[in-house]
């Protein structure tokens, strides 16, 4: 949401070469071989209907996709043409069991009630769910709920996102354009440029809230706002919704403003009848240069690649030497999960503490029980299985000739291919090639 707190952490990113795809919000060219297979996230329009609430009318409908539309094409420009978000071409109308004045005296103007809704409506879940939900609440009162946006899950490319503005604002605030632009932002997984150095009331950015960028209707700004090299960088790690834009050659990171990180990004949502993300990732197997399991649980997948030393003991997880070549991290769910597959990322700087061999173990009673091994073949892997459930599982490493095991991030895969409790950040893309390979 606009008024939300960002988890802030630094990112140093080797970007390379993608294919083009077209930013007609229609059609898509196939992905780059070196692309994942995963769902594109798409932008929905939808209506949310309250209880005892009215329809929304043709000329809204209309509004809503024109205003989209044009949002689409700024992004084009933006993005110099290489990509631009793909756009649903039919409104959805959620009728919703809630009321109004639900909503007002709810937490966070009842927004993730009305996502939860949405989910149960659509039969999916927070990481299935492959939609940037652009949630207009028909209310013809007031500018209520206030316009907001963010991922669902937080981070960047982690799936779904929304962005929340009323019928009031739709029909009635000269700047809703430039709003919407700066909701998608939030949307899509971007901060606020204040996070970058930016006085928020004078910032060139799209993400500052500069009177300068405010639209007229559907009129544009004449000093529109833009995108930093630093958020362009993050779109680009968002390959749901920017898969033209992974692995960009042309997007660098500028010198960290000082004081500041290089990459921001906002915390998961809490979403009623939703699973938490509160995976607790633990070890036995020593901690070595200050690095932390924990700080595996949620953070992001850097690249093994140098040039130069890429360990990172503030994402990643240096084991202690072991006496007989085995390290282990034990992870417990908040509730029981199904997998059908792990992402192995391990070593770093494409030189050193590489894991030979992986095993997968989940609590069986009081023993835990093997579901998937193998040797692993290259830094970046798929652990692949059958399908599995559990609470508690136990992943073990067999080191190389140094003993000790460098973990880089941790990825899971569902039983319908979702990600489940993805990692905030990637800076590769997700594990796709089985590790026997």
Same mark, same amino acid.
């Given at each position: 949401?606009?008024?939300?707190?960002?988890?802030?952490?630094?990112?140093?990113?080797?970007?390379?070469?993608?294919?083009?795809?077209?930013?007609?919000?229609?059609?898509?060219?196939?992905?780059?071989?070196?692309?994942?297979?995963?769902?594109?996230?798409?932008?929905?329009?939808?209506?949310?209907?309250?209880?005892?609430?009215?329809?929304?009318?043709?000329?809204?409908?209309?509004?809503?996709?024109?205003?989209?539309?044009?949002?689409?094409?700024?992004?084009?420009?933006?993005?110099?043409?290489?990509?631009?978000?793909?756009?649903?071409?039919?409104?959805?109308?959620?009728?919703?069991?809630?009321?109004?004045?639900?909503? =007002?005296?709810? %937490?966070?103007?009842?927004?993730?009630?009305? &996502? !939860?809704?949405?989910? /149960? *409506?659509? #039969?999916?879940?927070?990481?299935?769910?492959?939609?940037?939900?652009?949630?207009?609440?028909?209310?013809?009162?007031?500018?209520?709920?206030?316009?907001?946006?963010?991922?669902?899950?937080?981070?960047?490319?982690?799936?779904?996102?929304?962005?929340?503005?009323?019928?009031?604002?739709?029909?009635?605030?000269?700047?809703?354009?430039?709003?919407?632009?700066?909701?998608?932002?939030?949307?899509?997984?971007?901060?606020?440029?204040?996070?970058?150095?930016?006085?928020?009331?004078?910032?060139?950015?799209?993400?500052?809230?500069?009177?300068?960028?405010?639209?007229?209707?559907?009129?544009?700004?004449?000093?529109?706002?833009?995108?930093?090299?630093?958020?362009?960088?993050?779109?680009?790690?968002?390959? =749901?919704?920017? %898969?033209?834009?992974?692995?960009?050659?042309? &997007? !660098?990171?500028?010198? /960290? *403003?000082? #004081?500041?990180?290089?990459?921001?990004?906002?915390?998961?949502?809490?979403?009623?009848?939703?699973?938490?993300?509160?995976?607790?990732?633990?070890?036995?197997?020593?901690?070595?240069?200050?690095?932390?399991?924990?700080?595996?649980?949620?953070?992001?997948?850097?690249?093994?690649?140098?040039?130069?030393?890429?360990?990172?003991?503030?994402?990643?997880?240096?084991?202690?030497?072991?006496?007989?070549?085995?390290?282990?991290?034990?992870?417990?769910?908040?509730?029981?999960?199904?997998?059908?597959?792990?992402?192995?990322?391990?070593?770093?700087?494409?030189?050193?503490?590489?894991?030979?061999?992986?095993?997968?173990?989940?609590?069986?009673?009081?023993?835990?029980?093997?579901?998937?091994?193998?040797?692993?073949?290259?830094?970046?892997?798929?652990?692949?299985?059958?399908? !599995?459930?559990?609470?508690?599982?136990?992943?073990?490493?067999?080191?190389?000739?140094?003993?000790?095991?460098?973990?880089?991030?941790?990825?899971?895969?569902?039983?319908?291919?979702?990600?489940?409790?993805?990692?905030?950040?990637?800076?590769?893309?997700?594990?796709?090639?089985?590790?026997?390979?």
């Amino acid at each position: 949401m606009r008024r939300a707190a960002v988890s802030v952490a630094a990112l140093v990113c080797a970007l390379g070469a993608a294919g083009a795809r077209g930013a007609d919000g229609t059609s898509a060219d196939t992905a780059p071989a070196e692309q994942p297979p995963l769902t594109r996230v798409t932008v929905l329009p939808v209506f949310a209907v309250p209880a005892g609430g009215r329809e929304p009318t043709a000329g809204e409908r209309s509004l809503l996709l024109a205003h989209l539309r044009l949002a689409q094409a700024r992004y084009a420009v933006l993005l110099g043409h290489r990509d631009s978000f793909l756009l649903e071409p039919v409104p959805l109308v959620h009728h919703s069991p809630r009321t109004l004045a639900f909503l =007002r005296a709810a %937490p966070e103007s009842g927004v993730p009630v009305l &996502v !939860a809704e949405l989910l /149960a *409506v659509q #039969g999916v879940s927070r990481y299935s769910a492959r939609h940037v939900y652009v949630i207009v609440v028909i209310n013809d009162s007031d500018d209520f709920p206030v316009g907001g946006g963010r991922p669902l899950n937080g981070g960047l490319g982690t799936g779904a996102g929304l962005v929340v503005l009323s019928s009031f604002a739709l029909a009635r605030s000269p700047n809703v354009q430039s709003t919407l632009q700066h909701e998608l932002g939030h949307g899509f997984g971007l901060v606020h440029s204040d996070n970058y150095g930016e006085e928020m009331a004078t910032g060139r950015s799209l993400m500052s809230y500069n009177p300068a960028h405010h639209t007229s209707g559907l009129a544009p700004s004449a000093t529109p706002g833009v995108l930093l090299p630093v958020e362009l960088a993050a779109l680009a790690l968002n390959r =749901r919704v920017f %898969p033209a834009l992974a692995g960009e050659a042309t &997007v !660098a990171l500028p010198a /960290a *403003v000082p #004081g500041r990180a290089d990459i921001a990004w906002l915390p998961p949502m809490a979403i009623p009848d939703q699973p938490s993300v509160a995976l607790a990732v633990t070890t036995r197997s020593g901690e070595e240069y200050e690095s932390a399991a924990f700080r595996l649980a949620h953070g992001r997948v850097r690249s093994s690649a140098g040039p130069g030393v890429t360990f990172d003991a503030g994402t990643m997880w240096q084991s202690s030497r072991s006496a007989d070549g085995w390290v282990a991290l034990d992870l417990a769910f908040p509730a029981p999960v199904t997998l059908t597959g792990v992402g192995i990322h391990t070593g770093h700087s494409g030189l050193y503490h590489q894991a030979q061999e992986v095993r997968l173990e989940v609590l069986d009673g009081a023993s835990y029980r093997v579901v998937a091994a193998g040797p692993i073949g290259e830094a970046d892997c798929l652990l692949e299985m059958a399908a !599995a459930t559990g609470r508690t599982w136990r992943l073990s490493y067999r080191a190389g000739p140094s003993g000790m095991v460098t973990v880089r991030g941790l990825e899971f895969r569902g039983a319908a291919g979702e990600d489940i409790f993805p990692p905030m950040v990637r800076e590769v893309a997700p594990a796709r090639r089985p590790c026997g390979e």
